[in-house]
C-alpha cells in the first residue's frame, strides 16, 4: 500500500509499504477514508534529523473495518470507525479515569512498528479499545466533522474541560489554528457567554466567530493581555485555552486570565519553563491540561457532531489526496492551508 | 500599645505604636489574645531593606473584640474572633466565590495605615466580613488550634483543595515547616488514605506521622522522585502538596505527580517559572494554587478545631511573650523552633 514517512525537515514522501496484517488476536486492519495533517505534525516536520529509512507520520485517520483479529468482539468488517491519536487499551486504570494518552498499553501511530494514519490502511492495536464505530452512511461534510474527533475537536474540548470552562464564562482562546478554533468551538459548546480569540489572521478568526467567538483581539503580548483585560472590566478571562505551545503565548493566557482561574493549555510545549512566578501565586492562576485523551471525549462530542449542532470539520480548508500529502505540508506550514484534509 | 515591627533585615523590634481607634464605620478593634508567627514572615526577616521608622508586622491573630464601628451588624463587644491573614468585605464577586485573598477591597495587615497581627490590638477593617466569632470560652490548647485557622492551617487545606485531593487518594507533600504539616492534616481530613511527607527534620516529620503521614521520604530532588515512584508502584501520588516556595520543590512535586494529577502549591513563590515543560504536558500534570484564601475556609475547618478531630495547633512548639518575638523570628529562621505562638 502507499504511506506517507517523513526523511528529514521538510522531506515528505509517500512510498510503497508493506500492507498492514493483523499481528496480535486483539488488532484490526483499517483502509483509512479520511485522514489529515495536524499542526503537531509540523515540528518534525521543521526539525526532524534526516532518516534514509523514513519514518511514518499521521495520528488521525477515520476508515473501514477491514479485518478483525480473534479476540476482538464489538467491531466487525464493514464498519466506519474513528481512530483517536494514540491506541489505548480502554480498560486500565488510566483509560477508566479517562486518561488514554497515559494508558498503560497504549503507544502512538507510527512507532514500535504500527502504521502511521496519512497511508492507505493502518494495523489497530486493541482495536476494541481504540475505535469508536460511527453511524451511518455520511456524507463528506460529515465525515471530516466526524475526522476531527480523532484529535482536533477533542484537544479544543480538553482545553476547554482541562481550564474547567463552565455555563456563563468568559473565555479567552490564544492562537487561531486549527486547534484554537476547535477550542473557541469547545467553549461555546460548553456554554461561555463570551469568547475571546486572540489571533490576527482574519480568515481564521473569522471561522472563529462562526465557531462563537465573540470578540478578536490581533494584538500580541502585553498588548493583547491589555486588550482582553479592556473588555473583561480589568479583571481577566475566568478561562483561558492556550493553543500554541509557545511561552510567549503562554505567558500572555496567565496574565490574560482572571483571578481564581486556570489556564487549560494543549499547545504542544515548546517550553521547558511556565512563567507562574510570585505574580500568579497571588492571583490563585493555574494551569492543566496537555496532550488530550481524545478517546475519552469522542462518545459525548460524537451527538452533537451527528446532529450538525457542531461542524468541527469547517477547519479543513484544502483535500489532497495521498499524493498531495508532501504539498499539504508545505501549505500548512507556509499557513497558506489551516488544515489539510487528506482522501487516500 | 505595643507591637511589632520590622525595621530590616534580621532587623525585628517591639515598640510603642498609638493605639488602634475605629477609623471606618466598618471596623472593629480587636485585643489580641494569640498571635503568631508565620514561615512567610521570615521572607522579609531575611531579605528586607534598612526602615528607620520600621513597618509593623503580624497577619495572624485571634482575640476579643474591644469596639465596633456603627455599621458593623454580626459583632459585639466580648466577642472571641480569629482574622484570616487578609481581611475581605466577604461581599463582593471574588468573596462570594471564596477566593478572598482577591476581595475588591481587600488588603494586607500591616499595610495601608493598618495595625500587624504581631501586637496588642488592631483596627479590623470590613470587620463583618472579615472577623469569624469563636463559640465558648476555649482553653490554651484549643486557642493555638484556633489562631491556625488564620493562616497555616487553611494554607496547608487549601494546597490539598487545589490539588484536589479525594478520598482515598495517595498525597505527596513536599516540606516539613507548619505548611507542611497542615497539609498532611489535611489531607487526612480530606480522606487521602496515604501520606508521603518529604522532610528530613525527624521532630517535624514525627508530628507529621501524629497528623496522619503514613511514609516519610527523607531524600531530596531526584532521590526524592525515585522513592515517591517506588512507594507507589512506579505511578507517583495522585496529588501533590508543595508547601516550600523553591523552585526545586516544586520540581520534585511536579515530578512525584501521578499522570493526571495535580501539584496544589502553597509555598509563597520564590521563583519565576515553574518547570512544567514536554514531560509534564504529555503526563497531563498541572498545577494549583497560590496564596490561601482562609477566610473561605475557617466555617468549614471550624468543627474539627471544636471537637478535637484534628489540633492543628500542634505545630506551636514554643510561646513567647510580645517581649520575645524578636528571638521567636531568630529560633524559628535558625529552624530551632518550628513554629511561635505570641501571648502578648
Not at 180 to 197: C, N, P
Not at 213 to 228: L, Q, S
Not at 248 to 271: F, K
Not at 277 to 291: A, E, L, P
Request: glycine residues 14%; negative net charge.
Amino acid at each position: 500500500m502507499k504511506a506517507t514517512l517523513i526523511h528529514g525537515r521538510h522531506d515528505i514522501r509517500v512510498a510503497d509499504v508493506p500492507d498492514p496484517v493483523l499481528r496480535d488476536d486483539t488488532d484490526a486492519i483499517v483502509r483509512v477514508l479520511r485522514s489529515c495533517i495536524c499542526g503537531s505534525d509540523l515540528w518534525p516536520y521543521n526539525s526532524a534529523e534526516d532518516s534514509p529509512g523514513g519514518n511514518r507520520i499521521g495520528h488521525e485517520f477515520l476508515g473501514v473495518v477491514e479485518d478483525t483479529g480473534s479476540a476482538v468482539r464489538t467491531l466487525r468488517p464493514g464498519q466506519l470507525v474513528v481512530a483517536p491519536f494514540v491506541w489505548a487499551d480502554n480498560t486500565c486504570d488510566f483509560c477508566t479515569q479517562g486518561l488514554h494518552t497515559s494508558c498503560r498499553h497504549g503507544g502512538g501511530w507510527g512507532s514500535d512498528g504500527t502504521d502511521g494514519g496519512q497511508g492507505e490502511a493502518v494495523r489497530v492495536p486493541f482495536a476494541d479499545g481504540t475505535l469508536v464505530p460511527m453511524p451511518g452512511e455520511p456524507d463528506d461534510a460529515l465525515l471530516a466533522s466526524m475526522l476531527t474527533l480523532s484529535d482536533v475537536f477533542p484537544t479544543g474540548h480538553h482545553a476547554a474541560v482541562s481550564a474547567n470552562v463552565r455555563r456563563g464564562d468568559t473565555v479567552a482562546v490564544v492562537g487561531d489554528g486549527a486547534v484554537g478554533l476547535s477550542a473557541v468551538l469547545a467553549a461555546h459548546r460548553l456554554g461561555a457567554e463570551r469568547i475571546i480569540l486572540l489571533g490576527r489572521h482574519t480568515d481564521r478568526t473569522d471561522l472563529g466567530r462562526t465557531f462563537g467567538a465573540t470578540d478578536v483581539v490581533a494584538e500580541r503580548g502585553d498588548e493583547a493581555v491589555e486588550r482582553v483585560r479592556e473588555l473583561t472590566g480589568g479583571d481577566g478571562a475566568h478561562a483561558t485555552l492556550e493553543c500554541v505551545g509557545y511561552v510567549e503565548a503562554l505567558r500572555t493566557a496567565i496574565e490574560s486570565t482572571r483571578d481564581g482561574g486556570l489556564v487549560g493549555r494543549v499547545g504542544v510545549s515548546q517550553y521547558t519553563d511556565v512563567p507562574l512566578g510570585v505574580g500568579s501565586f497571588m492571583r490563585n492562576v493555574g494551569i492543566r491540561g496537555g496532550v488530550a485523551p481524545a478517546r475519552a471525549y469522542i462518545e459525548e462530542l460524537l451527538p452533537d457532531v451527528l446532529d450538525g449542532t457542531v461542524r468541527p470539520g469547517r477547519v479543513f480548508d484544502r483535500t489532497v489526496g495521498l499524493d498531495g500529502v508532501p504539498d499539504g505540508y508545505r501549505a500548512m506550514n507556509e499557513r497558506e492551508a489551516l488544515k489539510v484534509l487528506i482522501a487516500p
